[in-house]
């Protein structure tokens, strides 16, 4: 594997393998010592154009855990600002040495393009590109859910509901994707205007409310968060009606199985699309998700970097 | 002196064709000596509605030689050029400059569109009438690139060149459904997370647009339709005794919006590429005449317009070498129309949307403006190459059919597949 840029090149058994090393890598983290020799001498570059301190750390402490150097390039405030372009950026970066670039874009297809165009030669890794995909969200959301339920390899049989603004969702298409090919059954539910078309086409089934997708006993809940930027620009939306309608408030917490796992990207909204209880709930693995996230981009990271699979 | 020999016209027959003077001055069987044409296809000479020759303003993509001379490559004897320049082509002295450049190349016809509205804005009117009594004789006027949404402006546009007999083309996008539009909406939009342009942005003005034409009794001309739906609306109009005519790109015909899974910026393009269940309907509209002609809406692009994100890329794609070997295949090798609606799509009805008098006939005594076609031969696409860009989304594909010569007041402006300048 030399790039991951969407769901869509996993293959079920490429994302199991990526799942148990990510499984194996999560043991480094419970060392007094937290590092592997396995990618010194490379360099991994972060090369963000969006805000996203907890997505570029986690990538940074996977790297460092594996050794590799790594450059935070935030592309917001230096050479994009003077007018650079994407290409000539990525290949001054590959020009000092980047043998990966984590790339974190507003633009759908960013990644894509860097990884396909023959601008560069480094490995690239998509970290978020516009409402496209978010590919390592998705992979320790799977680790997450499969820890959790103890479902062996795969997620066959289990029932995932995601709740929100699945249009703007990068992390909602990921996760459709990733989850159905795991053999696990998605469904999405959110506010009419936020819900897509063709939406099912990505392997989801739709509910028109909150009530009635949980009606259907989900074994996983995850929330999107509401992202109030792009909302308070959107005269039709209100917050009134988002919490009433489709917040996981105490009342639809009591719905949830005893069993059922509560999700969220983060950062959270607490009190908008996710109240206080539910994620101080003990059915909560927003944290877990987070320490998952380290495996998951240790995992990444080695695979594309170490060459040892010709994927 | 040429003479075509057995040369086989849309009709089936086969003539040997004289041309003196600029002019078809003999048909029939004439000679033994002559260019061989024989298992060749005559047709008079192509005509674009629709061509964007970037001069003056953006001459590093193209300028009017680059682009007569591609033109010629795709056998195109006239082509007509849209306003979208800069400065925008929105007055007598702008059409005039763009008219002379095109006599100073020599290669082909070159008729200027005019701007609707002043600066493409849509705010005011142009100069239309000043435009239609220039030297660049004027008669089709478009904001192309961009919609004139107000429907009164629109209306009144219908009624200015109604004067004259002029035609408005209309680039049907409705822009507030279309903000930051970067592809067809729907499923495959969806899953790529790019913004939609929903069929019915188009359909909807088209709609509006027969309706003004309707009513002020005008000629509206509707550039390059790409929904199924927008058909449906040209097949009522024209059911009504509505003056309008419909365009269909090469590339609505043949590509669908599965191509954007790439990123490729190659493939955007405005309006976008659809669906499969599109380009079948575009097909049927232009078999059953409810879509009367072929324009390329060639539009070149300098490489780092392309060579970046897609939302950061520009719209368009070339067009005039590609076009009449994508409508051979769509029409002639899949059975669905002959050569006499081809040479009705790619010439005769254009020429007669522009008014242009010279163009459209194989016949003693008219202008001598002649493709030779050849549909036997392959072109591959790297083969066409005159443009001074390179955003063609066939790279890498061959065609089986292509223009063997072009004839241009009576001179080859192209023979045996190579351009010649004058």
Redo the contacts between chains.
């Keep these: 594997m030399k790039h991951l840029i969407s769901i869509r090149d996993l293959t079920r058994d490429s994302a199991v393998a990526l799942l148990d090393s990510a499984q194996q890598l999560s043991q480094v983290n419970q060392r007094t010592i937290k590092s592997l020799p396995a990618l010194r001498g490379k360099t991994v570059v972060n090369l963000f154009y969006e805000n996203s301190t907890r997505t570029r750390i986690s990538f940074e402490i996977a790297a460092k855990r594996l050794s590799a150097d790594v450059i935070n390039f935030d592309a917001q405030s230096s050479s994009t600002s003077k007018g650079e372009?994407?290409?000539d950026t990525a290949q001054t970066l590959e020009a000092l040495g980047a043998a990966a670039i984590i790339v974190r874009?507003p633009?759908?297809?960013?990644a894509?393009?860097l990884a396909?165009?023959g601008w560069v030669s480094a490995s690239i890794i998509n970290a978020g590109?516009?409402?496209?995909?978010h590919p390592t969200q998705a992979l320790l959301d799977a680790m997450t859910i499969r820890q959790q339920k103890n479902s062996g390899d795969d997620l066959a049989g289990i029932k995932v509901l995601v709740v929100g603004d699945i249009e703007h969702s990068?992390v909602a298409?990921s996760n459709m994707l990733l989850l159905s090919l795991l053999g696990a059954t998605v469904s999405v539910a959110g506010p009419g205007t936020l819900v897509?078309?063709?939406?099912?086409?990505?392997g989801a089934k739709v509910y028109k409310t909150f009530d009635e997708a949980l009606d259907e006993k989900p074994d996983v809940v995850m929330m999107l968060r509401v992202q109030l930027e792009r909302m308070q620009k959107d005269d039709t939306f209100s917050t009134r009606e988002y919490i009433a309608n489709w917040s996981l408030d105490q009342t639809r917490l009591g719905l949830l199985g005893k069993e059922t796992v509560i999700m969220h990207p983060g950062p959270m909204n607490r009190g908008l699309e996710i109240s206080n209880q539910a994620a101080n709930d003990p059915r909560s693995a927003v944290l877990r998700q987070v320490e998952n996230g380290l495996a998951v981009r240790m995992a990444v990271l080695h695979r594309v970097l170490s060459g040892e699979d010709s994927n | 002196m040429i003479i075509l020999k057995n040369l086989t016209l849309s009709d089936g027959s086969i003539n040997d064709i004289r041309i003196d003077g600029g002019q078809i001055v003999e048909m029939g069987r004439i000679s033994d000596s002559g260019t061989d044409c024989t298992d060749l296809i005559g047709l008079s000479g192509f005509v674009d509605p629709h061509t964007h020759l970037r001069e003056p303003g953006f001459e590093a993509s193209e300028t009017v030689l680059s682009g007569t001379r591609a033109a010629s490559a795709g056998g195109y004897s006239a082509i007509c050029a849209m306003a979208n320049t800069d400065p925008v082509a929105d007055d007598s002295n702008l059409v005039e400059r763009v008219y002379d450049l095109g006599v100073e190349a020599g290669l082909c016809f070159v008729q200027p569109i005019g701007a609707v509205t002043k600066g493409l804005k849509g705010l005011e009117l142009s100069s239309i009438a000043d435009m239609s009594t220039s030297r660049a004789k004027v008669t089709m006027f478009s904001d192309d690139g961009m919609c004139v949404h107000d429907e009164n402006l629109m209306r009144q546009a219908l009624l200015e060149v109604k004067k004259f007999g002029g035609v408005v083309a209309q680039h049907a996008q409705d822009p507030k459904m279309t903000v930051g539009a970067q592809m067809n909406q729907g499923a495959v939009a969806t899953e790529l997370g790019l913004t939609g342009w929903p069929a019915i942005a188009e359909e909807q003005i088209i709609a509006r647009d027969a309706q003004l034409a309707q009513e002020t009794g005008s000629r509206l001309h509707i550039c390059h339709l790409t929904t199924a739906g927008g058909v449906e609306v040209v097949r009522w109009a024209k059911s009504k005794g509505i003056q309008i005519t419909a365009e269909v790109t090469p590339h609505h015909l043949l590509l669908t919006e599965e191509l954007v899974r790439t990123y490729d910026p190659v493939y955007k393009v405005n309006p976008p590429l659809r669906t499969a269940d599109d380009n079948t309907a575009l097909l049927a509209g232009l078999v059953d005449g409810t879509i009367d002609m072929l324009g390329t809406d060639h539009a070149p692009h300098s490489g780092e317009k392309k060579d970046c994100e897609w939302e950061n890329a520009a719209f368009g794609m070339l067009g005039l070498e590609s076009a009449a070997s994508i409508l051979h295949q769509v029409l002639i090798q899949s059975g669905a129309g002959d050569w006499k609606l081809f040479e009705e799509i790619i010439s005769k009805r254009p020429a007669k949307l522009a008014s242009l008098d010279n163009h459209g006939f194989i016949k003693v005594g008219a202008q001598a403006n002649i493709t030779v076609f050849n549909p036997h031969e392959r072109i591959a696409v790297t083969e066409m190459n005159q443009s001074k860009s390179n955003n063609s989304p066939y790279l890498g594909l061959e065609f089986i059919g292509r223009v063997q010569h072009t004839i241009y007041q009576g001179q080859f402006s192209m023979m045996n597949q190579s351009v010649r300048e004058h």
Excluded: Q, T, W, Y
């Design positions: 372009s994407l290409k874009h633009m759908s297809g960013a894509h393009s396909n165009r590109d516009g409402r496209h995909e990068r298409r897509p078309e063709g939406i099912e086409a990505m």
